[in-house]
């Protein structure tokens, strides 16, 4: 039997609809979170099949501890969902420093950790999948999310490198960037201040802030709906490397590489020049 384990299981996230989907199929799943007693209902309805952990997981310790209890209780972990993260907003120069190693603790170092952690039984069986939790911040440099953006495209690139790596030992890595889904994610911004050190991006930060706090509730994106593509994905016999989630994401995506292909070749003649003259 198939053994999940879940990072981010806030109620009405991505965490919590994999763990539903996974338990539809029968697996049994291990779900983590920061409050785990907002679990406690759930937990009980799925009884010995799913088990809930508290996890911070910028705690290295707790991660390890996790990860152990997990394969202790279910014998081993067969896909490890990295999902937890949360954006912070702010413009590139003045966003608080504390707030940009917050981000990369959250939603890239988390990611290292876990992976570390989970990967030595997955090599040891041989087989195994990992789905990160990118987004389409990750391909697109959001403005007001720059360092959200920065540490999902380090991801993204993890993600890559990671891939080849462990293929050689049957484990499948996937990366997921979904669009604006209708979770919680937005919910406390209208509780935060603002955290901005320069005030000529004031305006700009604030406008950020009131767009978020506007669309909470109003996202296109249905997360159930979204991790079934995952799992259809994962379920092909070719599986693909990445799945954008959303309509919206797609065309940004789309809109973003076909920029990118069209200049990479209006400067081909830059781009192969750069190299020393041919020897023949």
């Not at 990671?162 to 890595?173: C, D, N, W």
Request: charged share 25%; no cysteine; hydrophobic share 40%.
């Amino acid at each position: 039997m198939t053994t999940w384990f879940i990072t981010g299981g806030s109620p009405g996230g991505f965490g919590i609809a994999y763990a539903d989907a996974a338990l539809e199929r029968g697996d049994n799943v291990v779900l983590t979170a920061r409050r785990p007693k907002l679990l406690t209902d759930w937990a009980a309805r799925h009884g010995d099949r799913a088990l809930v952990l508290p996890l911070d997981v910028t705690d290295t310790e707790q991660i390890r501890d996790a990860v152990r209890t997990a394969e202790d209780h279910f014998g081993g972990i067969d896909v490890l969902v990295n999902n937890a993260g949360r954006g912070w907003y702010g413009s590139v120069e003045g966003t608080p420093e504390s707030d940009v190693r917050r981000s990369f603790e959250l939603n890239f170092f988390s990611v290292t950790e876990l992976l570390r952690a989970a990967l030595p039984g997955m090599r040891a069986r041989r087989s195994g999948w990992i789905v990160n939790m990118s987004s389409v911040a990750g391909l697109r440099g959001v403005p007001g999310f720059g360092y959200y953006s920065a540490a999902k495209f380090a991801v993204e690139g993890l993600t890559e490198a990671l891939r080849e790596e462990v293929a050689p030992f049957g484990i499948h890595v996937l990366a997921v960037e979904p669009g604006a889904f209708r979770t919680h994610a937005y919910a406390s911004f209208s509780d935060e201040s603002v955290s901005e050190s320069v005030s000529a991006y004031l305006p700009f930060v604030e406008s950020v802030r009131t767009a978020m706090i506007d669309q909470d509730g109003h996202q296109p994106g249905d997360p159930r709906r979204g991790v079934r593509a995952v799992l259809d994905a994962m379920d092909q016999e070719k599986p693909p490397r990445r799945i954008v989630l959303g309509a919206a994401g797609y065309d940004a995506v789309r809109e973003q590489l076909e920029g990118m292909i069209g200049e990479l070749r209006a400067y081909e003649g830059a781009s192969r020049g750069a190299d020393f003259p041919s020897e023949r």
